[in-house]
DNA sequence: CCATGCGCCCATTGTAATACCGGTATTCTT
DNA sequence: AAGAATACCGGTATTACAATGGGCGCATGG
């Protein structure tokens, strides 16, 4: 196994993480904010739509930071997890 | 330009990341905490040793959880930056 | 002495993230 | 109507991550 593909679970984490962040960015525009963050506006954009499911966590962190989120709290928001029990 | 190469301050950060890590780690074992982590032991020593500089979110995330650390403390201390380098 | 366990290192492989391009659609303003 | 601004999408390119397997060294204890 080398590099496994996104697990769906991986993919509904990854939407509901742009949907926090969509939320959160309010009415600023995509370029400010990923000005701010020094990421690019694509990358953005991707990771809102929930089309990059699992970002660097640099890139998630300095939006956090420039969205005024707490990482614990991104965290347990996306992490809630439909139905997982442990393995 | 498409992808660039990781800069020196992420390489930095990277290493101050794992340093981290490892110190959380304590006594367990990589195994345990990889496993827990529901990570590759390789990855784990890959990311405490620095050689992989900007893991993805969720790993760090799920590492932080079993390891009982704030993501946000530990971006915290990983973005503090020593300012040193100049361009 | 030899086996076991732990950590480290290297090479390889497959997939994904990041970034730029061109094109499209919508909205608002002039 | 024309223009700018914003956001979406598909395609493409480049780099990096995640995981595997093998080998190595060093302890510990059988």
Redesign the interface.
Known sequence: MVRLPLTPE?IE?GQR?GSLLRLARGERSMFEVALAARVSPETLRKIETGRVA????????TLA?VLGL???E??AQV?AAPATSHR
């Open positions: 991986e984490r993480l699992t970002p660097a966590f640099s890139t998630i962190a930071q707490s990482l614990d991104v965290w992490s």
